[in-house]
């Protein structure tokens, strides 16, 4: 279905809360099912997943002594966690108790960035370096590759949509590229309204959200039919 570009910007919020505790160059987050924050951070100190509540107390720290500059969090259904390792160029999945249960080594990657994970658990890696996604099974087998320069210029975020197409960042093409399953890009959304886009997110009813960094706004879309 065609993308139909919805003019709505979300640019001023009302604080809830301010989370200090001792973060350091904290870039991403991810919640889980009981309404828990992950929020980590690239302190070179810790190289770990804090686990914070939603009054802001820190419950928890993950991954100490498995991370290096962790990049990237990405929460699914079962609460694991799924971590981009920039150090390491390599993904890692652990548990709710900081158990690693997956590794997906630096071999595949150039500079592994963002990710997410779908309903099957299939795993899409974005490789901002090479301009490519990755996607791998449950067991970190990979299972093909898609993008390159001629789609995708310095790819950020990523998000996969009810009906399995991947919505990926273009950074540099302030464009949000969708792709079917086979890696065809099927449509492209942002071109005039984004400037420097970073994340995207898909809620439930199929509008899309847009992180823009240099108009500091939340640019929202939705599409002309169902996903």
């Known amino acids: 279905q065609a993308v139909m570009e919805v003019n709505v910007v979300l640019g001023k919020f009302k604080l809830l809360n301010t989370i200090v505790d001792d973060l350091s160059h904290s870039r991403n987050l ?45 929460v699914d259904a079962s609460n694991n966690l799924y971590v981009t390792n920039h150090n390491g160029d390599s993904v890692i999945k652990l548990d709710s108790s900081g158990k690693q249960l997956l590794k997906i080594d630096a071999k595949t990657f150039r500079r592994a960035n963002s990710l997410t994970v779908d309903g099957t658990g299939n795993i899409y890696v974005v490789d901002r370096d090479a301009n490519l996604v990755y996607k791998f099974d449950s067991g970190g087998n990979k299972l093909g590759v898609f993008g390159g320069k001629t789609m995708l ?75």
Do not use: C
């Open 30 to 74: 991810g919640v889980d099912s009981l309404g828990n924050l992950y929020v980590y951070s690239a302190d070179i100190k810790s190289d770990s997943i804090k686990k914070i509540d939603l009054s802001g107390k820190v419950m928890g720290t993950i991954g100490k002594g498995i991370l290096s500059n962790p990049e990237w969090v990405f």
């Open 153 to 227: 210029n310095n790819p950020q975020g990523i998000a996969v949509a009810d009906n399995g197409n991947i919505l990926v960042v273009s950074q540099n093409n302030d464009a949000i590229v969708e792709f079917d399953q086979s890696g065809r890009v099927v449509n492209s959304l942002g071109k005039g309204v984004l400037s420097n886009p970073f994340d995207v997110k898909i809620d439930k009813n199929g509008t899309i959200y847009v992180s823009d960094t240099i108009l500091r706004e939340v640019a929202m879309f939705s599409r002309n039919g169902t996903l």
